[in-house]
């Protein structure tokens, strides 16, 4: 199986870098995001158009602060994500992600967990 820790880390790359289709990329096809302010399983193909309105604006994100527990079959990090505006306002959330993976070493499951009233700021 590839390295888990890789693939986290190019998955989040590719979200800082907004590159939607290269973070699909990294999932399997039957796989799904679970985010506790959804609170149900979202098929990947679903939820990625709703993770990349998140920037369409022009708004940037990056990770600071990560923090990783890795296993055989998945791993888990704990970060602050930081949403800056395009006019400069900054959003930071700390988020613990926890990813499955399967024997090729693609994502099959992904459970986000973040504070639901500071996630609110993003959309105001």
């Known amino acids: ?11 989040f790359a590719c979200a800082e870098r ?12 039957d796989a799904v995001i679970r985010q506790n302010v959804v609170g149900r399983d979202v ?3 679903e939820a990625v158009p709703g ?8 708004t940037t994100l990056r990770y600071d602060n990560p923090r990783r527990v890795v ?14 505006r395009p006019d400069g306002h900054e ?10 993976f399967n024997d090729q070493g693609q994502i099959t499951r992904a459970d986000e ?7 609110a700021a993003l959309f105001a």
Not at 113 to 119: E, F, G, K, T, V
């Open 18 to 29: 907004g590159d939607w289709t290269g973070f699909r990329a990294h999932f399997s096809a």
């Open 43 to 45: 098929p990947i193909d």
């Open 91 to 100: 959003i930071r959330l700390d988020i613990c992600v926890v990813m499955w």
């Open 71 to 84: 296993g055989t079959d998945s791993a888990t990090e704990i970060h602050d994500v930081v949403f800056t």
């Open 1 to 11: 199986m590839p390295a888990l820790e890789e693939t986290m880390s190019a998955v």
């Open 51 to 58: 993770l990349a309105r998140l920037t369409a604006d022009g």
């Open 113 to 119: 967990y973040l504070d639901s009233q500071a996630a």
